[in-house]
């Protein structure tokens, strides 16, 4: 989260000197859910002249003990559904029919449980809330079924568990099928997924956007790989890049050839911040907490950030800022620089949407912890006037830059500051996080805005618009009136240098991905493909994609959208530092002896579909090409990896006479499985890998067992068979334990299996290696008896 930890020097206790109480921060007590610097930033206690009563004023003083009172209890689990929007209501109907009437019973030591409940103001119901310890979750039978279901189908991609406030920034960037959207600084990629979520919402459409996810951290971008796996797209591009300095990306039209710099119709900043909105459960924060974080991170990130989302912006577009923190250093006094800056850009009344969210106003007066400079909220001016000599000077203007104080109350007025949106711990039970909604003028709208400031340069109110001289470049973020005071170098980087403005690419050595390249679709590997598949004419043969620089088919192909195979032929993707993009179509299946020497086949095909394309390539296939399998044939995929043709749906199974004819290799099923309860309306589609006497359902295993689960009730896989008896000799151990006396050794260690289940979730999936990342499709190996 972009933390810096607090600057040592002034241990508790130690000598005293003239800086100030906040510089002052021991290294407080570890994980006690207080911090006095937190308290008397927020809100004053002592010295209680009615101004300094609360320092920052962001909420009345009557919400303050309701505020700490909720800040200081643990975070309920919050998840979503997620998916396109049929199955994701599919999904919540199950939930509501199968698991709320029971979980509504639950009791503990006779003390009713509370059930999940909906976030009212989430659309569609599509996001629950759980308010329970884990302790309580363990010794409730019905709370544990649940949990399991949960942990099942989060890890089968089917819901996600994301802190409820986390959830508002992508609501609010209202994202469409055909939006280009960049997610500034994107891992582990929660908000990412529901960019794509939308993007995907519809399943008869094909989307025509775009979703750039990016981060700066390299392995937190690989996470973002696997975290949008999740949500198979070809529309998707995952880079590894410093936000503030996002490289321009350029596209060319098909027919006139000229290329033209992208712009993208939403951003999203959810940018770096000192996290003090997260204390429920990053406990951490309370001991760490120091108002010169927030001070740091304005201007060294959140406000370049900002600026260069803001460039990026198409008119008429939408950028949304956020960040889990209520410090209005880190929040309005960066929208309020931005828009000084950027007249073009205006603050949305977002009052209308989400009406459900209780939210607060954004604030236009606060105060600016200056304890470094021996003043415990400074004035600038001050401040500069008092320094002893030009060092200091400089040392000030470097540290608190002018952006940090409240702009005028006229000012303030104008950019309608008050249209920030603020949600608290205390009025939904939630962490608390920083939202700001903003739009950049169409072209329309800057024409009429060009006339206006005329009118006002006109009526002498202003000077030339800073906004018809604004350029992109990654070497002014800072506003003009910054850059005046400032007269600092900014920070360079690589592309700062003059060969990369004058588009020359520098080479980057520290980047080492493999090259991007788009197959002849004349090739005979892409010809193998049509044909075997009987892909339709309309498939997008051009956009198979493929990691080598000779277009040649590797083990894995990829297929791209239109838009992204334009972006990836325009640019140079290590200028972009792209690491991964689209979805994976096709993988080679070569190690199948008996498929490879099987006599007669016709336009035998090594390419299997994955099970990440499978819903893309069905849409180009024949319906006759199509297998159709019954809920009993499923169960023998998901309790064998590998059944023999012979035994598959039992005595009366019609997919076993089918595979028993067609030729070996890969096939797509539909399984309609619908019984009115289990949330399975849509038919399921799955790739299969028929070989010459057994057949494997290219599914991994957790996706198997959150079907099963959905379908049987129970995990009826190998998986999940194994799972049970492990299950099954924890528990016999801990009551051989209890019985011969060593109870609280043991049912710690069962305690800690436990946790480790329920606390699947999206800090887990940041601990998560590549190698759980790759889907656990292993190719079918030939059965003995082949
Ligand atoms: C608040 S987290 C983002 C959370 C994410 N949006 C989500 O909802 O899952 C901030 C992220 O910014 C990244 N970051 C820090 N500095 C950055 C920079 N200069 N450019 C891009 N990303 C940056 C961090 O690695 C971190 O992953």
């Not at 979703?211 to 949008?228: E, F, P």
């Not at 990306?249 to 993208?264: C, M």
């Not at 106003?361 to 021996?374: F, L, P, Q």
């Not at 401040?383 to 608190?400: F, G, P, T």
């Amino acid at each position: 989260m972009g933390k810096r930890g607090g600057r040592g020097g002034f241990k508790r206790g130690g000598k005293r000197d003239n800086r100030g109480d906040y510089d002052r921060q021991p290294a407080w007590k570890e994980h006690t859910a207080e911090n006095p610097y937190f308290t008397e930033y927020y809100k004053r206690r002592w010295r209680a002249t009615a101004e300094r009563l609360q320092a920052q004023n962001i909420m009345d003083e009557s919400e303050w003990t309701d505020f700490m009172h909720y800040a200081k209890q643990l975070l309920p689990t919050s998840f979503r559904i997620t998916g396109n929007k049929s199955t994701a209501n599919d999904l919540n109907q199950h939930i509501k029919k199968t698991y709320i009437p029971f979980l509504s019973q639950a009791k503990l030591d006779g003390v009713q449980l509370p059930p999940p409940k909906q976030l009212d103001w989430y659309p569609d119901g599509l996001a629950w809330q759980l308010n329970l310890t884990k302790a309580q979750i363990r010794k409730s039978p019905e709370f544990k079924k649940f949990q399991n279901f949960l942990v099942y189908e989060n890890e089968a991609g089917n819901i996600s568990r994301q802190e409820a406030v986390s959830m508002i920034p992508p609501l609010l960037l209202k994202m469409e099928q055909h939006h280009s959207a960049i997610d500034m600084c994107a891992a582990p990629g929660s908000k990412t997924a529901q960019l794509l979520e939308a993007l995907h919402a519809d399943p008869s459409k094909e989307p025509t956007g775009l979703v750039v996810a990016n981060d700066s951290d390299n392995k937190r971008a690989y996470l973002l790989v696997h975290q949008t796996s999740r949500l198979p797209s070809p529309n998707i591009m995952v880079t590894n890049t410093d936000a503030s300095s996002f490289p321009n990306i350029i596209t060319t039209d098909e027919t006139t050839g000229q290329r033209s710099k992208f712009l993208f119709d939403r951003v999203l900043c959810d940018v770096p911040c000192t996290g003090d909105g997260t204390v429920r459960k990053n406990l951490e924060i309370w001991s760490h907490w120091n108002a010169n974080n927030g001070n740091g991170l304005h201007s060294s990130l959140q406000l370049r950030i900002l600026n260069r989302g803001i460039q990026i912006l198409k008119p008429g577009g939408r950028l949304v800022y956020s960040t889990c923190s209520m410090n209005p250093v880190e929040n309005e006094a960066v929208i309020a620089a931005a828009l000084k800056d950027n007249p073009h850009m205006t603050l949305i009344d977002a009052a209308q949407e989400l009406p459900q969210l209780k939210r607060k106003e954004g604030i236009k007066d606060w105060k600016v912890n200056t304890a470094r400079e021996g003043v415990e909220f400074g004035d600038r001016e001050l401040l500069l006037e008092n320094a002893k000599d030009e060092r200091e000077r400089d040392r000030i203007k470097d540290k608190l830059p002018t952006t940090m104080w409240p702009p005028s109350r006229q000012e303030a007025d104008d950019m309608a500051l008050e249209r920030c949106l603020r949600v608290y711990s205390h009025q939904q039970d939630t962490g608390s996080f920083f939202i700001a909604v903003l739009e950049k003028k169409d072209v329309a709208d800057k024409k009429e805005d060009k006339e206006e400031k005329k009118d006002k340069v006109k009526e002498g109110v202003e000077t030339a618009s800073a906004e018809e001289n604004k350029e992109d470049s990654t070497k002014r973020p800072l506003s003009p009136q910054s850059q005046k005071d400032e007269q600092r170098p900014q920070k360079k980087t690589k592309r700062d240098e003059p060969s990369a403005e004058k588009g020359k690419v520098q080479p980057d050595n520290t980047f080492k991905e493999d090259p991007f390249s788009y197959m002849d679709e004349n090739s005979e590997d892409v010809k193998s493909m049509t044909e075997y598949y009987k892909l339709d004419a309309s498939f997008p043969k051009r956009n198979i994609l493929v990691r080598n620089p000779h277009q040649q088919a590797g083990r894995t192909i990829y297929l791209t959208s239109n838009l992204v195979r334009n972006i990836l032929h325009s640019n140079d993707y290590t200028r972009l530092r792209l690491i991964s993009s689209g979805v994976k179509l096709f993988v080679k299946q070569d190690n199948d002896r008996a498929f490879n020497e099987e006599d007669g086949a016709v336009n035998r095909c090594k390419w299997r579909v994955t099970n990440e394309s499978v819903n893309f390539v069905k849409k180009y296939l024949p319906s006759k090409a199509i297998l159709k399998g019954s809920p009993d044939d499923l169960k023998s995929f998901i309790e064998n990896y590998h059944p023999v043709i012979s035994t598959i749906g039992g005595e009366n199974g019609q997919l076993k006479n089918t595979l028993q004819k067609i030729q070996s290799g890969s096939h797509i099923v539909e399984f309609s499985l619908d019984n009115g309860e289990n949330g399975l309306s849509q038919p399921v589609y799955v790739p299969l890998w028929k070989s010459k006497t057994s057949v494997s359902m290219m599914v991994d295993k957790k996706e198997r067992s959150a079907l099963s689960l959905r379908l049987f009730g129970e995990d009826v896989s190998e998986a999940g068979r194994k799972q049970a008896e492990a299950q099954k000799q924890r528990e016999d151990r801990m009551k051989a334990a209890v019985e011969s006396g060593q109870h609280q050794a043991v049912s710690t260690e069962g305690a800690k299996v436990e946790e480790g289940k329920t606390e699947e979730g999206a800090s887990a999936e940041a601990a998560k290696t590549e190698e759980s990342a790759q889907p656990l499709e292993t190719p079918a190996p030939a059965p003995a008896a082949e």
